[in-house]
């Protein structure tokens, strides 16, 4: 086993080549790794889906995107990884084998990533998920076995000041209504989403206090969830934009409703209460973790919320706001 501390490494290359999701787990391990090694250079491997989590953390020196559906542009990049001659990588994914095969060709001195069967033999050091680990603990367990503690689970979405304030300016509060954000999809992920319908129905309930807004926000491909809902003045389509872009339009928001998603991280990372509709396993493993989030819970394994009723969803929300 390499020793950390004779290592001192100077330069530190993490990966996380994945979901928006997996990457705001992430944002608590570089956070310590910063902490851990003010002067090293950390660089970042990250994915196009989930860059704009880490465009602008302020833990990372250098970001790199992986072009992982353009195979042909692979050899370019584990080359220019290579040449950079990193101390020590850690693979924030493990599982992954494309992460795996690069960490094993730049072939620093030390590598180290979560655990998985199929890739252990890529490491030196691995860290697995046991029951009850919530994956920023997993994530935080490896980041101190390669000399990096925290205990911070807290996650890192820095929004400035000026987009909040555009955000305000443009989704203006209006007198005496209270406001709420409602996440329908992803209308690929029908297992871990709940259904449409019981959207429709929750929002027609949270519309009918008289005293509430609903603001329904929807990503890329989620336009056929949308043909149920009675559009209003209390019942409005959030108009799209950047990450950042959402992050600040929570901010103008009492609560979030949603089911496991990447909005879900995003709201939690910028801490927006929130009313979150979970499966064991998602609960487990993904929940937001601060104290103002309520979690509904289907009591189903793995990640289906089929189980969770109109009456259940809407009784946290009216308890939350």
Known sequence: MID?????????????????????????????????????????????????VVQDNPHIDNLFVFPLKKYWLWPYHFLRLKLRGYDMAVALNGISTTTSRLVSFINPKLKAGTWARKTEGYYDLTVGLEPGDHTIDQQLKLAAAVGAPSEDVSMVFPVGADLKERARAKFPRREGKKRVAVFIGNAKKVDTRWPEDRFVELVRRIVER????????????????????????????????????????????????????????????????????????????????????????????????????????????????
């Open 4 to 52: 950390i501390k004779a290592l001192n490494p100077k330069k530190i290359l993490l990966l996380r080549m994945d979901r928006i999701g997996d990457m705001f787990c992430a944002t608590p391990a570089l956070r310590a790794f910063r902490q851990a090694y003010p002067d090293a250079t950390i660089d970042l491997v990250c994915s196009e889906g989930n860059r704009a």
């Open 210 to 321: 008289g005293d509430t807004e609903v603001h329904i926000v929807a990503g890329p491909g989620d336009e056929g969830l949308l043909g149920g809902f009675t559009w209003s003045d209390d019942c409005v389509l959030y108009p799209g934009g950047s990450l950042k872009e959402l992050g600040a339009f929570f901010g103008t928001c009492d609560l979030f409703v949603t089911s496991s998603s990447g909005p879900m991280h995003l709201a939690a990372a910028v801490d927006v209460p929130m009313v979150a509709i979970l499966a064991d396993f998602t609960f487990e493993c993904w929940r937001p973790l601060a104290d103002i989030h309520r979690i509904v819970q289907s009591g189903q394994p793995g990640v289906q919320v089929g189980t969770v009723t109109v009456d259940a969803v809407f009784e946290a929300v009216n308890e939350m706001v």
